[in-house]
């Protein structure tokens, strides 16, 4: 089981920046390094309207771009709800950016009440994400909001007006 009370320290000590650029690129290092049985983690970022592109991630390349309207993580983006699949094959609409996937937690990350972006991770094991996990990882993506400057990424508010 993992210890999301020590990752949660952890994390606050490794992001030690304002930067959210190197903070992203640090958490999901440090989420494929602590948790077991990923073969993704990465960040989806909110950078054009309705639409998530590709930010630091580990693992396979992976798709981009995921509108809103596709997909786990367009689920989450459009509902700022967590989503916890236990079997994405049978999520209809589910993108399948590596085959081996076969279950996935996307956590979204919202600032200053705007859509920021989510977090993904996919498991090749079925359900390997349970209520502990999701809050757990809930907790982790709230250590990266607290740490980091999400205003500061080059996102121009302009670019989300249609939102
Ligand atoms: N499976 C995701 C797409 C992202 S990849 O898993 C990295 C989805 O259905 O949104």
Known sequence: MTDYALLERQLQALLDT?????????TCAFLMQEVEGLNWAGFYLQRRPQ??????????????????????????????ATQRVDDVHAVADHIACDAASRSEL?????ADDRLWGVLDLDSPHPARFDAADQAGLERLVAVFVAASDLAASDLAASDLATD
């Open 18 to 26: 304002r930067d959210w650029l190197t903070n992203a690129a640090q």
């Open 51 to 80: 639409t998530l592109v590709l930010g630091p991630f580990q693992g396979k390349p992976a798709c981009n771009p995921i509108p809103f309207s596709k997909g786990v993580c367009g689920a989450a983006a459009r509902t700022r």
């Open 106 to 110: 996307v956590v979204p990350i919202v």
